[in-house]
Each structure stands twice: as C-alpha cells, then as structure tokens.
C-alpha cells in the first residue's frame, strides 16, 4: 500500500527542485527592488507649536491625537511662535512646524529646503489696547507702551511691517517683549496701554479679551489697503455679535487685517507623513469658522513657501486611492511595495509558463534515460562478432533483466505512469529480440 501511496502522490520534492532556481531569481529581484523603494514612514514625528494657551498649542493637540490613531506620536515642541519655529526648522531641530505668512520669502524657502503642507486658517492681527485710550490710526501709537511679544514669536516683525507702512518707527513706541500670558497681565493692570498678538479667534487668549470690561479691539478701517501694500496679508471682518450674541459682542463689524498659519515641513520629511499630515489639516481645519468658509481650507493658496507635490496632489485630487479604503499603513507598503509587485508579475508571468514543461521534463527524465540504456543494448547485439554472439546474448539479456528491475524500483506520479509502462513494454520488445537471436544461433549451431 505505501509504495501505491508513493507512486501515486504529486511529486512536490521534484517541484521544488524545479521552481528552486526561478524562487530564488525571484527572490533576489524583489530583495533589489526592497532596496531601492523607499524606507516606511516613522513612527515619531515632532511638532514645533507656540506659547502656551495659543491657538497653535490648542491645534497641534488635536494634530498629535489625529496621529496618534494611526500609531504616530507627535512630540509638541512650544515655541515663542513663528520666527523660532522657522529657525528650529532650518536647523533640522523639527520636523514639522506652524509659521505664519510673511515670516519668509520663496526664495530663502527654497534655499532652507523648507516645503509647505498648506494654508490652515487665517490668523487675524489683534491690536487690544485700554478702553481709555482713544486710537482710531496706528499713528496714535506713538509713544505708547505697546507688547509686541518676543522676538522668537512672527508678530514683532509683522507689526514692524504695518507700521513702516504708516509710517511710524518702532523707536517711536515704548515696545515691551512680554509673552502673551504675561503681557494680558500687564494689560488689566493698566501698566501697558496695548497688547499686539496673532492668533486664530478660538485661542482662549482673545475669547477673554473680547468679553473683558475695559479692554477694546482696535478697528483697521484701512484693511484692504493693507492688504495691497502687503500682499500677505488678507482681509477678515469679524462680524456683530459673533462672540456673543445675546450680549451684542462685539457691538459693530471689525475690520481686522491677517496672516495665514502654515504649517511648514522640511522637504526630507517622508511623503507618507506628508499625506497624513495633509489629511488630519483637512479633518481639522475643513470646517466653517469666524473667518473662512466650508472648505476654504486647508488650501495650497495664501503662502509663499512652495507647496510639497503631496500636499498639492491631495488638494486636487483627495487622498491617496489606497488609503480611501485601507490602513494607513496597510495602505503605505502597498504603496511603497509597487516596484515589488512589477517586478514579481513581470518575472511571474514567463515563468509560469516555464516551470510546467520543466516539471514535466524532468518527471520523464527519469524514464527517457533508460531508453539510452535499451539503445547500447541494441548496439552491442548488433556489433555482436559471428564467434562470439552466444555470449554477447547472454550477456545483454542479463544487463535487460538489471534494467527492468531499476525501471521496477522508479517512483513516478501517478499521471506518468503510461510512461513508465511504455518503457516496461519496450524493454520486452527488446528482451523478445535477444531471445529470437538466440534461438535463431542455437538451431544455426
């Protein structure tokens, strides 16, 4: 029963031995092409954000959650604010960090090696000074005791920008380099007449000043000339009523002028990483607010660093196919793992036509050799000399027999069993001509 069994299985040792070349081919092509893709994403990250109870804090939270549910962690670097994260990035300190508009220009961008992911929000000047103080032009300000923030932060440099415009020198105010949470402090006390920062309308921050007694939101009238003379910056209304309606806060429109928050990567920075980026900006900051419409942002508009291609390609097309419907990281090594698949399939197709007729040849192989052996026997009784035929007979009789028992002992699948019975029926044909010889010698004796 068991040589049935052996004679009557697949042959899987012989398959093997025959894919064993085309496996190992195969092998050594994907290995090249793993070497060449590119490397997987990193599974840290860091975040370069802002002071303490700003709006960059607040949103780069809610960007270390979203990437947190894809097993990425975020670590929130704070900053002074736009000018220390641009420089942590040119010093490759971070990998990722808000900036706003107007911190830079396209050209240094491009020679840092900085790329944008997009515009986020825009992020309006906000100018609160004490209620006592009567300034309806920035002209007014000359001599006051203004905080513009430290000089890590983008404001001191943006407000420098508006006064030139107006202007007036910063020499001519008493300027204080407070950050914010201290300077509001200074501020109810009476010991500065204004607070300038830059911040979206959800920082906690302005939520308090616009509803604190005593305290008023400076009005730039001239918005829209702001925004010729500095093309960076946009022009936002804060509409009346928008902080609280039942209290009529604030009591007329605001005309406010206002940078754009970006958020800024290095161009080394993996496009995987990219791509996800680009998606929690979406979830995040897709929304109606204050100031923007549904879907105004995230947008490739309103920055001048050059926009990542993976950034770009999302804002025009959404995100990648594969991640619409997968992991994210089942998604990325599919990704990555495309040189893989084209260099399989292309080896995978000739080969699969090759492999069977190997298979079967070298199944028969073992059966056509002994056809070699049938062939000397038939030479040597052939070239038999006349005196010595009766031996030769004999003794390739008895070769035939050793033959046919090795022919007895091969172990042949099932399928190639004809084979093998064709072989046992020529080894008799052969066998029955020796006999026919001999016989034929004896009588001629």
Same mark, same amino acid.
């Given at each position: 029963?068991?040589?049935?069994?052996?004679?009557t299985?697949?042959?899987?040792?012989?398959?093997?031995? +025959?894919?064993?070349p085309?496996?190992?081919?195969?092998?050594?092509?994907?290995?090249?092409a793993?070497?060449?893709?590119?490397p997987?994403?990193?599974?840290?990250?860091?975040?370069?954000?802002?002071?303490?109870?700003?709006?960059?804090?607040?949103?780069?939270? #809610?960007?270390?959650?979203?990437?947190?549910?894809?097993?990425?962690?975020?670590?929130?670097?704070?900053?002074?604010?736009?000018?220390?994260?641009?420089?942590?990035l040119n #010093?490759g300190?971070?990998?990722?960090?808000?900036?706003?508009?107007?911190s830079?220009?396209?050209?240094e961008?491009e020679?840092k090696g900085?790329?944008?992911?997009?515009?986020?929000f825009?992020?309006?000047?906000w100018?609160?000074?004490?209620e006592?103080?009567?300034?309806?032009?920035? +002209?007014?300000l000359?001599?006051?005791?203004?905080?513009?923030?430290?000089e890590?932060?983008?404001?001191?440099?943006?407000?420098?920008?508006?006064?030139?415009?107006?202007?007036?020198?910063?020499?001519?105010?008493?300027?204080?380099?407070?950050?914010?949470?201290?300077?509001?402090?200074?501020?109810?006390?009476?010991?500065?007449?204004?607070?300038?920062?830059?911040?979206?309308p959800?920082?906690?921050?302005?939520?308090?000043?616009?509803? +604190?007694?005593?305290?008023?939101?400076?009005?730039?009238?001239?918005a829209?000339?702001y +925004?010729?003379r500095?093309p960076?910056?946009?022009h936002?209304?804060?509409?009346?009523?928008?902080?609280?309606?039942?209290?009529?806060?604030?009591?007329?429109?605001?005309?406010?002028i206002?940078?754009?928050?970006?958020?800024?990567?290095?161009?080394?920075?993996?496009p995987?990483?990219?791509?996800?980026?680009?998606?929690?900006?979406?979830?995040?900051?897709?929304?109606?607010?204050?100031?923007?419409?549904?879907?105004?942002?995230?947008?490739?508009?309103?920055?001048?660093?050059?926009?990542?291609?993976?950034a770009?390609?999302?804002?025009?097309?959404g995100?990648?196919?594969?991640?619409?419907?997968?992991n994210?990281?089942?998604?990325?090594?599919l990704?990555?793992m495309?040189?893989?698949?084209?260099?399989?399939?292309?080896?995978?197709?000739?080969?699969?036509?090759?492999?069977?007729?190997?298979?079967?040849?070298r199944?028969?192989?073992?059966?056509?050799?002994?056809?070699?052996?049938? #062939?000397?026997?038939?030479?040597a009784?052939?070239?038999a000399?006349?005196?010595?035929r009766?031996?030769?007979?004999?003794?390739?009789l008895?070769?035939?027999?050793?033959?046919?028992?090795?022919?007895?002992q091969?172990?042949?699948?099932?399928s190639?069993?004809e084979?093998?019975?064709?072989?046992?029926?020529?080894i008799?044909?052969? #066998?029955?001509?020796?006999?026919?010889?001999?016989?034929?010698?004896?009588?001629?004796?």
């Amino acid at each position: 029963m068991s040589r049935i069994l052996k004679f009557t299985r697949f042959s899987v040792r012989d398959l093997i031995v +025959t894919a064993a070349p085309t496996i190992l081919l195969i092998v050594a092509v994907c290995a090249v092409a793993y070497l060449l893709v590119d490397p997987a994403p990193p599974r840290k990250v860091s975040l370069s954000i802002g002071q303490e109870n700003s709006a960059y804090e607040n949103i780069g939270k #809610r960007y270390a959650a979203a990437m947190r549910k894809h097993g990425i962690a975020v670590t929130l670097q704070p900053s002074l604010g736009s000018q220390e994260n641009l420089l942590r990035l040119n #010093r490759g300190e971070t990998d990722i960090a808000f900036v706003q508009s107007g911190s830079t220009d396209q050209a240094e961008a491009e020679r840092k090696g900085l790329i944008s992911l997009g515009s986020l929000f825009t992020e309006p000047l906000w100018l609160f000074l004490r209620e006592d103080k009567d300034v309806s032009q920035l +002209t007014q300000l000359r001599g006051m005791k203004i905080n513009l923030g430290p000089e890590g932060s983008g404001v001191p440099r943006l407000f420098r920008q508006v006064l030139d415009v107006n202007g007036v020198e910063p020499a001519e105010l008493q300027i204080g380099m407070l950050e914010n949470t201290p300077a509001t402090v200074e501020l109810l006390e009476g010991r500065i007449d204004g607070l300038v920062f830059s911040s979206a309308p959800d920082a906690p921050l302005v939520q308090m000043l616009l509803q +604190t007694p005593g305290i008023r939101l400076f009005d730039f009238a001239q918005a829209e000339a702001y +925004t010729r003379r500095l093309p960076f910056l946009s022009h936002v209304v804060l509409p009346r009523g928008i902080v609280d309606l039942g209290r009529d806060l604030p009591s007329k429109d605001y005309q406010l002028i206002a940078p754009t928050a970006t958020l800024v990567a290095r161009e080394d920075l993996h496009p995987a990483l990219i791509d996800l980026f680009v998606q929690a900006a979406s979830n995040i900051h897709g929304g109606a607010g204050w100031f923007q419409q549904q879907g105004q942002f995230p947008s490739a508009r309103y920055t001048e660093i050059p926009v990542a291609p993976e950034a770009a390609k999302f804002y025009k097309d959404g995100a990648p196919f594969l991640q619409r419907y997968m992991n994210f990281w089942l998604a990325n090594f599919l990704d990555r793992m495309w040189v893989l698949v084209v260099a399989f399939g292309a080896l995978l197709l000739p080969l699969s036509r090759v492999l069977p007729p190997l298979y079967v040849w070298r199944i028969r192989s073992r059966v056509y050799r002994w056809y070699g052996q049938l #062939r000397t026997v038939e030479q040597a009784l052939d070239e038999a000399p006349a005196d010595a035929r009766r031996a030769v007979y004999a003794e390739q009789l008895e070769r035939l027999n050793e033959i046919e028992e090795w022919v007895n002992q091969i172990s042949i699948p099932l399928s190639f069993a004809e084979d093998v019975y064709g072989l046992r029926s020529h080894i008799n044909f052969v #066998r029955q001509r020796i006999l026919n010889r001999m016989e034929a010698s004896a009588e001629s004796a």
